[in-house]
């Protein structure tokens, strides 16, 4: 019983980094680690999908399955980027495109990879959720500043806001701003490695009990079993739903750091002049699915 006991692999071993291929440079660590082999896996993987539907499927009138895969994953972004960024033309939208459709792609396939047995969960390191989170962070900060110019910092005062709590209030929304860059891969990190660890866990406690050649100890064992088979499906939807969310989080602080005219002094001083306030939903990302609806139109009424 203790030799079992003392055997089980703790619920960490599976985040923990293994370097492939050690290379150093004095002090500084370039080593090939199990992290980046999974991260080049999960880039193959997304561009080989990709390049099998453009060669075996690509343009034709009716798609085959992984050709609609491709195209509702193409049309969620744009639609995602429509609805949570507003006040900008379709043209500039279409330039933020890009980033957002790369990290939402990105994440939908790498955060599901730890369900699979014996691989690695990427986003369960904090590091790497935190230099993606402030990468993002310090691209949108450029954005704002290059769209308003000093007014950007006009985010930390909101309209109507007194003067005495105004110091109070800007160095507030400036510590909010700040801690965006680590919500955003606090949040990933915490609901990627909570739940494996609890997947883990459970399915060792029943490995555990299965190993103990007794009776009642495996029928003991059909009750964590039956759990970690529940926990695997929401598990796996978590994993998907966070890619989804961090993308909304990333759309709407490009909403904030490109209108700044909807809230604080800004948009009063643009009232004043007579500016009129741009509104949610002017210019839209057009898919590749409503330009063919498009086509279809034009060519059924000629």
């Given amino acids: 019983m203790q030799e079992v006991v003392s055997n089980i692999p703790s619920p960490l071993e599976q985040f923990e980094i293994i370097p492939l291929i050690p290379f150093n440079i004095g002090d500084l660590y370039f080593s090939f680690t199990n992290p980046s082999l999974f991260m080049l896996l999960t880039l193959s993987l997304v561009l080989l999908l990709v390049h099998l539907v453009t060669k075996n499927g690509g343009g034709n009138s009716v798609p085959n399955a ?11 972004v744009p639609n995602l980027v429509n609805e949570q960024i507003g006040g900008l033309s379709g043209n500039v939208k279409q330039k933020f495109f890009p980033c957002i459709s790369v990290t939402f792609t990105f994440s939908l396939f790498r ?5 699979i047995p014996y691989s690695f969960t990427v986003t369960s390191h904090f590091l790497i959720t935190l230099g993606l989170s402030f990468s993002i962070f310090i691209g949108i900060t450029i954005v704002g500043f ?24 800007v160095l507030l929304e ?9 919500s955003l891969g606090i949040r990933l990190f915490a ?5 494996h660890s609890l997947v883990k866990i459970l399915s060792g406690s029943a490995w555990t009990m299965l190993c103990m050649n007794d009776l009642l100890y495996f029928i003991g064992d059909l009750g964590p079993l039956f759990i970690v088979l ?35 002094y800004f ?10 306030p741009s509104l949610r939903g002017e ?8 330009k063919k609806e498009n086509k279809k139109k034009c060519t059924s009424r000629s």
């Fill in 191 to 195: 609901n990627m490695m909570a739940g």
């Fill in 111 to 115: 955060n599901p990879q730890g369900m």
């Fill in 66 to 76: 992984w050709q609609s895969l491709v195209e509702l994953i193409y049309d969620f």
């Fill in 230 to 264: 529940a926990l695997t499906g929401p598990e796996l939807g978590v994993a998907i739903l966070q890619a989804h969310v961090s993308t909304i989080s990333i759309c709407i602080y490009l909403n904030d750091a490109t209108n700044l005219h909807q809230s604080g």
């Fill in 146 to 169: 290059q769209r308003n110019g000093l007014h950007f910092l006009s985010f930390s005062l909101p309209a109507g806001v007194p003067l005495p709590l105004a110091p109070f209030l």
């Fill in 267 to 276: 948009f009063i001083i643009e009232k004043k002049r007579g500016a009129k």
């Fill in 283 to 290: 210019g839209a990302i057009t898919s590749p699915r409503s």
């Fill in 174 to 182: 400036l510590i909010s701003y700040c801690f965006r860059a680590l």
